[in-house]
């Protein structure tokens, strides 16, 4: 006999979401309702405010106040990324794990189309897909991945964009979840997806942007160089365990250390160029 409790539980998503100083309320607001007004509305929204300083949980929970959808879990102190979506893993209820980050926003059909993904593919574990870039000003660009991943994909970057993923609940138990380590800081997206990859997750992209993530002057900051260590620490292991033997992994190994000598402003300027160019190509 199904009760009505496990057809509420099924096909369910549990969103994993961290803030910490989020930059205004208005932000927090969009990505926040951006979730809340999805097509798809079998989820859960668990936020974990991670020690914050200002008033952002006051904001989320003000944004949230007539929903019983969305959950509040708070650490003590500020504790990272990885411990806080690990804190929120270990809370959430649904057959699937989806990621939001407190100043980007989904598309609206973003779950439905992802979940229907998974639901008709059971071989496939993850699904992500490219993402619009936008500030202030307005979408500016888009970051495309390959739609069929391969271990190969993950050489030149993490192969699915974290803020997009919607995964199997069982992908993040063949890992453990993120590590919570020194050397993995700023790069545990990395680190977690290629060791999902090396357990026998398959992930997909969808060729369709389903997420504008925000990439202005405040959020494009150049990397501390002693994260591009991490990375390139990541990148040692990961490429390791995905059994990658060509040399030239050894050039995407030091990438990260080539890379941070190479001014932001000047690498950014080079994506709007190069977004620019795409989008001639595709008008004509």
Known sequence: MIIEEDIVKENKISVIMGIYNSRSEEILRKSI???????????ELIICNDGSTN??????????????????????????????LNHCLEIADGEYIARMDDDDISHFDRFEKQIDFLQKHSDYGLVGSNMNLFDSSGIWGKREYKEYVKKEDFLFRVAVAHPTVLARKEAYEKVNGYRDLPK??????????????????????????????REDAFGAKKKKYKYRFNEMHVRYNGFKELGITSIRKYIYIFKPLIVGLIPQKLIKNRQRIDNGRRSEQSEN
């Open 33 to 43: 309702e951006s979730i809340l007004n999805q097509t798809y509305s079998n989820f």
């Open 184 to 213: 993995t800081l700023r790069v545990e997206d990395y680190d977690c997806f290629m060791r999902m990859f090396a357990r026998g997750v398959k992930m997909y992209n969808f060729q369709e942007p389903l997420l504008n993530y």
């Open 55 to 84: 008033e952002c949980l006051k904001w989320a929970k003000n944004i949230c106040k007539n929903d019983d959808r969305v959950i509040f879990i708070e650490n003590k102190e500020n504790k990272g990324l990885a411990y806080t």
